[in-house]
DNA sequence: ATACGTTGTGAAAACCTTTTCGGCACGAAG
DNA sequence: CTTCGTGCCGAAAAGGTTTTCACAACGTAT
């Protein structure tokens, strides 16, 4: 009760408006909806009657009407993983403030409740939906039979034929080490996270494409895979260094190695970025930008991603459907974490 | 058209359910509404139809009819800080995958936008809305006459009768200093963030507060206020070395700042927890628990917040209106950084 | 004066579900 | 045979909006 404004009964309908301006429901409405064969004077009334009662007409009966809510369904599996949530801002912003609104489901990774939520959200008749997912590794796509476009986005569908945005993983691990060769270091490792990531795998494969372009090789002779810690970073930089490996950069495969990475740099009296160069992966802000030196990291422009993903769909619901995986490129932030060798 | 499995015109309706049950559509709702007054066979004949057209009732007409949707809106100032989201978690499990959904909608902190949204979200008909503010300071309440129930949860509402759901900072701080005391910690520290944040001076109070009932004193003599950034935990700490106060534990205002002070201890040759044991606060795992040693943090439980919230704002749409700020408690969360001094 | 086009307005249908209430059929009681 | 009750079912209204189509009024051309 605190909170409601006016105890009044119901909230101002189209009739109430149409009684005040004197006219049938029928003009209110082709007044509201600037629709033509309405008097310049008859319109003014009718909205200036809808400014005093402060009418929104009611969406309900217009979707119900109009056979589209102009709502969306979002489902993600990890809200508190870091990636959901840049990819949810871009679509909530490309979305805009405009016709559509957005439904948020967490399905916290179990395909149950997954599918609950996609049954609520049909019921619900939402025009479209986007899936994201927990890894960037595919992913089952819905049950079959959804009767509105789905576009997933992070991790792609299993079956090809569905709209899936992903980002460039093979060109990430190549710009970084194109940008650490432009800056003259000629032996570079790799330490990643988990194998079983396709991310690191792709993320690999651009590493090894771009090495053997410059006609290099791997510093330490291959890739490191462990996981996605701090802790692992410093494990496998001290390997590196307990081995003798020669290096003079190291590219991580995500910020929270590569701040492992620097720590361990600096307990064994190496400088960063004089003696070795550093790259992350992710460009986790307050991770990145507050370590010291600051990291040099590659973007996967997540928030870009969310954008385009909602573009697609509502390029889809409007009836021009596209088909197959999107691969969106990544982007380097530098810092001073990697500078040319001098 | 790809992900669409069905090229049909439209979704099922109650009609079509019944007219493959052969009865009417007023029996066959109440067959699937568990309605008495329809024979038993009768309605197994109906839930048969329903299966094999894989019918979902219209949540547009139910709510149109029934005056309430089921919906809520989730207005959100900062999506990419870190204290949206697990308060929106929070509520999305209290709503559960029951009868409610979220709409989110991000204002990014302008009073335009989030206006905007408001109205919008009113248009659709929400039986509610929680408002979650970009920082833990009072804010203005939402443009009066809103007519559903609103929940303020993180920053408060300016008017304190409106219902209001925030942590307990000077609680926080309290137990931080209490955890320290019982380590054996007599030489206390704290270095916090920008003074302007009320959440910044409750701490402090908290602090102060629990020193005084120990009869201590604070170490350096003043609460050292900042930034909340890991660069200004580590200037606040080399100042403090520096000034040569004998400390023998540092209550840092955020997880982050925590790492810089860390940081600067190691620098100085100060090992923690042996001769400085440190506190963080937020708990935010990603830098806790990755800290050399782990972070000792208070945890505002978030979550937990979002789950109040949602919960006050059910009772509320039901008609058990509360009213006036609840406060909810911070929990401590120890790990390697604090221990008893030895 | 009649015929015709123009312009503005309103009645009514449609969207889909829930609920109320009247009615039908059937067995039992009078 | 009539009356009553009981158990099931269906017709219809309601909820708020948009759109179609008919109709009224009025001015213009014949």
Known sequence: MATNGSPSSRATTLSDVARLAGVSIATASKALNGRTQVKAETRARVLDAAERLSFSPNALARGLLAGRTGTVGLITSDLDGRFSIPIL??????????????????????????????????SRRVDGLIVVGARPDPRPPLEPGVPVPVVYAYAPSQDPKDVSLVSDNVGGGRIAIE??????????????????????????????????????ELAGGTVLYGTWSEAWGRGATRLLLQQGTDVDAIFAG?????????????????????????????NWEVLAANARPPLTSVDINLEHLGRVAAQRLVA???GHAASGTEVLPCRLVTRSSTAPIG
């Not at 399905?107 to 959200?121: K, M, P, S, T």
């Not at 003259?184 to 494969?205: E, F, L, N, W």
């Open 89 to 122: 801002m871009g679509a909530e912003d490309a979305f805009g403030s405009g016709r559509v609104s957005v439904f948020l489901c967490d399905a916290r990774g179990d395909a149950i409740r997954e599918q609950h939520h996609v049954r609520a959200l049909l």
């Open 179 to 216: 940008h650490l060769i432009a800056c003259g270091r000629r032996r570079i490792a790799h330490i990643t996270g988990d194998p079983t990531y396709g991310a690191a795998q792709d993320r690999s494969v651009g590493v090894l494409d771009a090495l053997g372009r410059a006609g290099l």
């Open 316 to 318: 889809a619901i409007d």
């Open 254 to 282: 995500s910020d929270q190695i590569a701040r492992g990475v620097v720590d361990a740099l600096h307990e064994a009296g190496r400088r960063v970025p004089e003696d070795v160069a550093v790259i992350g992966f992710d």
